[in-house]
């Protein structure tokens, strides 16, 4: 399974913080974003350096550059958007493309609303962001959206993955590789992550699921 999990300390420890039932908007909403910045960190591991000669202060000295990387960071609307300032705290220079999708409560499929990309995705690594992966619907339907405007090179940054949702998006696009911090145990009969952390987009706006 292209599927990465995030063991550090840090982030196994800011996750178990999330989890607390009756956890508070503000709190979920920093540690989205601390944790959104330790997967980012992980997710760009194997970005390529080349060496450059720069002005010194005490004359040329070669430094280490990203070679050639243009990054778009993909927020899945809503509660993509809550990991969106802690991943361009490590990718500053990022353009941003948005999809809007909600899942369909009875059906679980994604229903999309919205979607902005920057130009140029054929030279640009994408960089997905989404707290949720559950059953990978909307997932799948964002990473065929780009790869339709032409990305060729796609990575998923999820908090939490549910097994269900990682096969679906490994047998749909056996290219992505997935960035998590937990593969947890299940998908429950609603189609919500066990343990999970709940419906995530609620806890970052603070609006009450019903
Ligand atoms: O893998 P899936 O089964 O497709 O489920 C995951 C999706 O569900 C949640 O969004 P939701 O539909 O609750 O929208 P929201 O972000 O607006 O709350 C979550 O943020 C993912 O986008
Ligand atoms: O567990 C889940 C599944 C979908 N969306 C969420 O916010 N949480
Ligand atoms: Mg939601």
Redesign the pocket.
Known sequence: MNISVVNHPLVQHKLGLMREGEISTSKFRTLTQELARLLAYEATRDFQLETITIDGWCGPVEVQQIKGKKVTVVPILR?GLGMLEGVLDMIPSAKISVVGLY?NEETLEPVPYFDKFVDSLDERIALIID??L?TGGSMVATIDLLKRKGCKQIKAVVLVAAPEGVKVVNEAHPDVQIYTASLDSHLNEH???IP??????DKIFGTKHV
Do not use: F, N, V
Request: no cysteine.
């Open positions: 509660a899942r707290p949720m559950a189609g919500y992550i999970g952390l709940g419906d995530a987009g």
